[in-house]
């Protein structure tokens, strides 16, 4: 069943994420970035070289991370927040994508903005709708530009799907009970555990599925996961520091108390 984004899901997004709204129509553009140039090994190295010299990134492989982890919170929080809470799946096709940039964070955090806001419902098999809609945003979006970064800038993939990874279980651990609890979250969990669990590596272009193995992640005391790969943050420029799920803060930690 084919249906639209509401005013109201629109607002909800932008106040709670970075969604590019018509509000924003005023707002003076800085950059636009379509995903559909990604595509092509040409188009990432141009969107790569630009962000490095935005970001001043003395390692390559950072940027490449980084980018790849602007992609992994962009993906999580439009396209699976309106599937989980509002039941709809929008046209997350390359051409149907851009990234907007009307600040001038030194973070490089543009707006995601679907220019057809057209969206599909589930009618009967939700588990299937679910199924069809991963595959169209991992195998048909994420996988490609994750390839292209991977050649550009030899970052390994599992650091790229790490960088979705994060995501995924930040919405569902941890965002999602500052709005909802008890059954109702339970019933809203039932697309995380579908997307981990049951999700084959297909659609990341893996012989499994990249997300299955942060289950098994330590939590740490803010309720994040740790990370199994370092996404080479500190490595950004000479003020850079680690993250807060570095793996190599535990170690750190370790040799202090040997």
Same mark, same amino acid.
């Given at each position: 069943?084919?249906?639209?984004?509401?005013?109201?899901?629109?607002?909800?997004?932008?106040?709670?994420?970075?969604?590019?709204?018509?509000?924003?129509?005023?707002?003076?553009?800085?950059?636009?970035?379509?995903?559909?140039?990604?595509?092509?090994?040409?188009?990432? %190295?141009?969107? &790569?070289?630009?962000?490095?010299?935005?970001? $001043?990134? !003395?390692?390559?492989?950072?940027?490449?991370? =980084?980018?790849?982890?602007?992609?992994?919170?962009?993906?999580?929080?439009?396209?699976?927040?309106?599937?989980?809470?509002?039941?709809?799946?929008?046209?997350?096709?390359?051409?149907?994508?851009?990234?907007?940039?009307?600040?001038?964070?030194?973070?490089?955090?543009?707006?995601?903005?679907?220019?057809?806001?057209?969206?599909?419902?589930?009618?009967?098999?939700?588990?299937?709708?679910?199924?069809?809609?991963?595959?169209?945003?991992?195998?048909?979006?994420?996988?490609?530009?994750?390839?292209?970064?991977?050649?550009?800038?030899?970052?390994?993939?599992?650091?790229?799907?790490?960088?979705?990874?994060?995501?995924?279980?930040?919405?569902? %651990?941890?965002? &999602?009970?500052?709005?909802?609890?008890?059954? $109702?979250? !339970?019933?809203?969990?039932?697309?995380?555990? =579908?997307?981990?669990?049951?999700?084959?590596?297909?659609?990341?272009?893996?012989?499994?599925?990249?997300?299955?193995?942060?289950?098994?992640?330590?939590?740490?005391?803010?309720?994040?996961?740790?990370?199994?790969?370092?996404?080479?943050?500190?490595?950004?420029?000479?003020?850079?520091?680690?993250?807060?799920?570095?793996?190599?803060?535990?170690?750190?930690?370790?040799?202090?108390?040997?």
């Amino acid at each position: 069943m084919k249906s639209v984004i509401t005013r109201d899901e629109e607002k909800f997004l932008n106040e709670h994420f970075r969604y590019f709204t018509e509000d924003h129509r005023d707002e003076p553009v800085y950059e636009r970035l379509n995903a559909e140039s990604l595509l092509s090994r040409d188009g990432t %190295e141009k969107a &790569l070289n630009h962000l490095h010299i935005y970001l $001043e990134s !003395e390692s390559f492989l950072t940027t490449g991370s =980084f980018l790849g982890k602007r992609f992994g919170y962009y993906a999580i929080t439009v396209p699976i927040v309106l599937m989980t809470l509002f039941d709809k799946f929008p046209d997350v096709s390359p051409a149907n994508v851009e990234y907007v940039r009307i600040d001038e964070n030194p973070k490089w955090f543009p707006k995601y903005y679907l220019k057809d806001k057209t969206t599909i419902s589930p009618e009967e098999n939700r588990k299937a709708w679910i199924e069809e809609n991963m595959r169209q945003l991992f195998r048909d979006h994420l996988a490609p530009i994750f390839f292209h970064i991977h050649k550009t800038t030899r970052v390994s993939k599992k650091v790229l799907w790490e960088n979705v990874a994060i995501y995924l279980y930040w919405l569902y %651990e941890r965002k &999602l009970p500052e709005w909802y609890e008890g059954a $109702e979250l !339970e019933r809203l969990r039932e697309d995380f555990r =579908f997307i981990v669990e049951e999700l084959d590596g297909e659609p990341f272009g893996e012989k499994k599925n990249p997300f299955t193995y942060f289950e098994s992640q330590p939590v740490l005391p803010t309720g994040a996961r740790e990370r199994k790969c370092c996404c080479l943050s500190y490595r950004l420029h000479e003020d850079s520091t680690f993250c807060k799920v570095c793996p190599h803060l535990k170690r750190m930690d370790e040799l202090k108390n040997l």
